[in-house]
C-alpha cells in the first residue's frame, strides 16, 4: 500500500471518500508525517509553510474520531484572523460533507454576539474562532470546553505577533487537562516554544523544510529614486500584466493611495488595511478570491491569515522591515505547484532592509532595470469577473446550489459564465464573468430564487 495515500490511514470510508471527490490523491509532507501522529492521539507541534496542507492534516485529525451524537464542542481551532477562520470552517464542512450531522460554527469579533450564542445554544460539534471572541463567550458563559477532546492553535506564531498569549492561556484554563493540543506554525519563536512548554504533553514534533519548494519563486529586485514608488509598480503591472497581484505596502496611506493610483491607470484594485470596517474588508477579499478585482493593495497586519491561492505575482511596493515578513510575503506567489513570481522597489533608505534579506537568501538577488520596462499599460488590467451581490444569505436558506441553479436555469446563462459562490448569513456574492454580468444582473433582478424574489446589484 502506498504510504502516502489516505487509505493507508485509519479514516472513516465516508471521509475517504469525501477525499477522492475533493481530487486528494496522496498526502502532502505535512500530511503524510503530522497526521498518523493525529490519529494516534499525540500532542503535536509541526512547522510547515503556509499552502502547505496543514489545514487538511489537522482537519482530518479532528474530524476523524467526532461522536456525531454528542452536540458538544469536541474539537477548537484558534486562528489570528477571522479571515483566516472563515477559510478553515469552510475548508472543515467540506471535508466533514460525508460524516453524518456534523455541525461546525465560526466564532470570530466584527459579528453581532447575539446570533453567535443563539447558534451555540443548539449545539456544535467544531468550533473555529478567533481568540477575543471564544474569550468573550467564555467569559459570558455562553460556550463551555469541558468536553473538548482537541485543541488547534494554527498560525500560532501570528497569533503570539499580534498579543493573543493572554487571551490564549485563559482559553487554555478552561479546557480539559486531558486535551489533545495540536500547534501549527509557519516558524518556531523563543516565545512559542516558551508557550508550548506550558500546556502540551510530550509533543511530538514534525518539520518540513523548505529547502526544495515545488513552487520555485523567482524574486527580481528593482532600485527606485522614492518618487517613482507608484510609477514603478505601473510599469511591473504592465511589463508583467499578473492576475491576481497582491502589492505589499508600509503603511494604511501607501495602500489606499496606491490601490486610487491604479484605478485612475485602469487597473482593478482593492485596498485591505485596518482602518476599514470588517464588512468591507470581508467584501475586498470576497473580490479579490472570486477574480473580480486584480491588484489587492495590503498591508502586512491586514494580509496575515489569508489564504488565497492562485497569487500569480507579488509585488512589494516597500521592503519589509522583517526578513520573515518578506518571506511569507513572497511566499502567497505561486501556491499549487505552479511557480511563484515576487517583484521587490528597493529605495535607497531600505538599503538596510535589503541586506537582512540578501542575508537570509541562498543565492544572490536579482536585480533588474526599471527603465526598462513600460511605461504604461497597452491595454487596461480589467478583471476577469464581475461580483453579482444577493440580499439572501443562509438566515433565508439560499444555498450555492440555488443560485447556480437560478442563473443556468430560468436566468439561461452557460455554466462556464459562473465562478465562486459565497454565501454569509444575510447576502451572497456570485462571480459572473465581465461579458455576461449584466445580463445576469437582469435576469436575476427580473426572476427568482427557490420561489422567491430577491434584491440584486452588480459591484463596480
Given at each position: 500500500?502506498?504510504?502516502?495515500?489516505?487509505?493507508?490511514?485509519?479514516?472513516?470510508?465516508?471521509?475517504?471518500?469525501?477525499?477522492?471527490?475533493?481530487?486528494?490523491?496522496?498526502?502532502?509532507?505535512?500530511?503524510?508525517?503530522?497526521?498518523?501522529?493525529?490519529?494516534?492521539?499525540?500532542?503535536?507541534?509541526?512547522?510547515?509553510?503556509?499552502?502547505?496542507?496543514?489545514?487538511?492534516?489537522?482537519?482530518?485529525?479532528?474530524?476523524?474520531?467526532?461522536?456525531?451524537?454528542?452536540?458538544?464542542?469536541?474539537?477548537?481551532?484558534?486562528?489570528?484572523?477571522?479571515?483566516?477562520?472563515?477559510?478553515?470552517?469552510?475548508?472543515?464542512?467540506?471535508?466533514?460533507?460525508?460524516?453524518?450531522?456534523?455541525?461546525?460554527?465560526?466564532?470570530?469579533?466584527?459579528?453581532?454576539?447575539?446570533?453567535?450564542?443563539?447558534?451555540?445554544?443548539?449545539?456544535?460539534?467544531?468550533?473555529?474562532?478567533?481568540?477575543?471572541?471564544?474569550?468573550?463567550?467564555?467569559?459570558?458563559?455562553?460556550?463551555?470546553?469541558?468536553?473538548?477532546?482537541?485543541?488547534?492553535?494554527?498560525?500560532?506564531?501570528?497569533?503570539?505577533?499580534?498579543?493573543?498569549?493572554?487571551?490564549?492561556?485563559e482559553i487554555i484554563g478552561h479546557t480539559p487537562a486531558r486535551r489533545q493540543t495540536l500547534?501549527?506554525?509557519?516558524?518556531?519563536?523563543?516565545?512559542?516554544?516558551?508557550?508550548?512548554?506550558?500546556?502540551?504533553?510530550?509533543?511530538?514534533?514534525?518539520?518540513?523544510?523548505?529547502?526544495?519548494?515545488?513552487?520555485?519563486?523567482?524574486?527580481?529586485?528593482?532600485?527606485?529614486?522614492?518618487?517613482?514608488?507608484?510609477?514603478?509598480?505601473?510599469?511591473?503591472?504592465?511589463?508583467?500584466?499578473?492576475?491576481?497581484?497582491?502589492?505589499f505596502c508600509h503603511t494604511r496611506q501607501q495602500c489606499q493611495e496606491l490601490a486610487d493610483f491604479l484605478n485612475a491607470?485602469?487597473?482593478?484594485?482593492?485596498?485591505?488595511?485596518?482602518?476599514?470596517?470588517?464588512?468591507?474588508?470581508?467584501?475586498?477579499?470576497?473580490?479579490?478570491?472570486?477574480?473580480?478585482?486584480?491588484?489587492?493593495?495590503?498591508?502586512?497586519?491586514?494580509?496575515?491569515?489569508?489564504?488565497?491561492?492562485?497569487?500569480?505575482?507579488?509585488?512589494?511596493?516597500?521592503?519589509?522591515?522583517?526578513?520573515?515578513?518578506?518571506?511569507?510575503?513572497?511566499?502567497?506567489?505561486?501556491?499549487?505547484?505552479?511557480?511563484?513570481?515576487?517583484?521587490?522597489?528597493?529605495?535607497?533608505?531600505?538599503?538596510?532592509?535589503?541586506?537582512?534579506?540578501?542575508?537570509?537568501?541562498?543565492?544572490?538577488?536579482?536585480?533588474?532595470?526599471?527603465?526598462?520596462?513600460?511605461?504604461?499599460?497597452?491595454?487596461?488590467?480589467?478583471?476577469?469577473?464581475?461580483?453579482?451581490?444577493?440580499?439572501?444569505?443562509?438566515?433565508?436558506?439560499?444555498?450555492?446550489?440555488?443560485?447556480?441553479?437560478?442563473?443556468?436555469?430560468?436566468?439561461?446563462?452557460?455554466?462556464?459564465?459562473?465562478?465562486?459562490?459565497?454565501?454569509?448569513?444575510?447576502?451572497?456574492?456570485?462571480?459572473?464573468?465581465?461579458?455576461?454580468?449584466?445580463?445576469?444582473?437582469?435576469?436575476?433582478?427580473?426572476?427568482?430564487?427557490?420561489?422567491?424574489?430577491?434584491?440584486?446589484?452588480?459591484?463596480?
Amino acid at each position: 500500500m502506498n504510504p502516502t495515500a489516505f487509505d493507508s490511514l485509519k479514516l472513516p470510508t465516508a471521509m475517504l471518500d469525501t477525499l477522492q471527490q475533493m481530487g486528494y490523491a496522496s498526502m502532502t509532507p505535512i500530511q503524510a508525517e503530522a497526521l498518523p501522529l493525529i490519529l494516534q492521539g499525540d500532542d503535536l507541534l509541526a512547522q510547515s509553510r503556509t499552502g502547505s496542507g496543514k489545514t487538511a492534516a489537522f482537519g482530518i485529525g479532528l474530524l476523524a474520531p467526532l461522536n456525531p451524537q454528542f452536540f458538544g464542542c469536541q474539537a477548537l481551532v484558534l486562528s489570528p484572523t477571522r479571515e483566516l477562520a472563515t477559510q478553515t470552517a469552510t475548508a472543515l464542512r467540506s471535508l466533514a460533507r460525508g460524516l453524518p450531522n456534523i455541525k461546525i460554527i465560526t466564532l470570530c469579533g466584527g459579528t453581532p454576539f447575539g446570533p453567535q450564542a443563539a447558534s451555540l445554544e443548539q449545539g456544535a460539534h467544531v468550533i473555529v474562532g478567533t481568540p477575543g471572541r471564544i474569550q468573550d463567550h467564555l467569559t459570558r458563559g455562553t460556550l463551555t470546553l469541558d468536553s473538548l477532546n482537541c485543541l488547534v492553535l494554527d498560525e500560532a506564531d501570528r497569533m503570539l505577533d499580534m498579543g493573543f498569549v493572554d487571551p490564549i492561556r485563559e482559553i487554555i484554563g478552561h479546557t480539559p487537562a486531558r486535551r489533545q493540543t495540536l500547534l501549527f506554525s509557519a516558524t518556531y519563536p523563543a516565545g512559542l516554544k516558551a508557550l508550548a512548554a506550558e500546556f502540551m504533553r510530550n509533543p511530538k514534533q514534525v518539520t518540513i523544510a523548505e529547502a526544495s519548494p515545488s513552487n520555485p519563486i523567482a524574486q527580481r529586485f528593482y532600485e527606485i529614486d522614492e518618487a517613482q514608488r507608484f510609477d514603478a509598480v505601473l510599469r511591473l503591472l504592465a511589463a508583467n500584466r499578473p492576475q491576481p497581484c497582491i502589492a505589499f505596502c508600509h503603511t494604511r496611506q501607501q495602500c489606499q493611495e496606491l490601490a486610487d493610483f491604479l484605478n485612475a491607470n485602469s487597473i482593478s484594485a482593492q485596498a485591505l488595511h485596518g482602518d476599514m470596517e470588517q464588512r468591507d474588508r470581508d467584501q475586498v477579499l470576497a473580490l479579490f478570491a472570486n477574480q473580480s478585482c486584480s491588484v489587492l493593495t495590503a498591508t502586512d497586519v491586514a494580509a496575515r491569515g489569508i489564504d488565497i491561492e492562485g497569487v500569480a505575482a507579488v509585488i512589494n511596493v516597500e521592503l519589509s522591515a522583517d526578513p520573515a515578513a518578506h518571506t511569507h510575503r513572497i511566499g502567497r506567489s505561486g501556491r499549487a505547484g505552479q511557480s511563484g513570481l515576487a517583484l521587490s522597489l528597493v529605495a535607497p533608505r531600505e538599503l538596510k532592509r535589503l541586506r537582512a534579506i540578501e542575508d537570509n537568501s541562498s543565492e544572490p538577488l536579482d536585480w533588474q532595470e526599471i527603465d526598462s520596462l513600460p511605461v504604461r499599460l497597452e491595454q487596461p488590467l480589467t478583471a476577469p469577473m464581475r461580483t453579482l451581490v444577493v440580499a439572501g444569505g443562509r438566515k433565508d436558506k439560499v444555498r450555492p446550489g440555488d443560485l447556480l441553479g437560478a442563473l443556468t436555469g430560468d436566468a439561461g446563462l452557460p455554466g462556464d459564465a459562473i465562478g465562486k459562490i459565497s454565501i454569509s448569513d444575510f447576502q451572497a456574492l456570485v462571480a459572473i464573468r465581465r461579458d455576461q454580468a449584466k445580463l445576469a444582473l437582469t435576469r436575476l433582478s427580473d426572476g427568482k430564487i427557490k420561489g422567491r424574489r430577491f434584491k440584486v446589484r452588480l459591484l463596480p
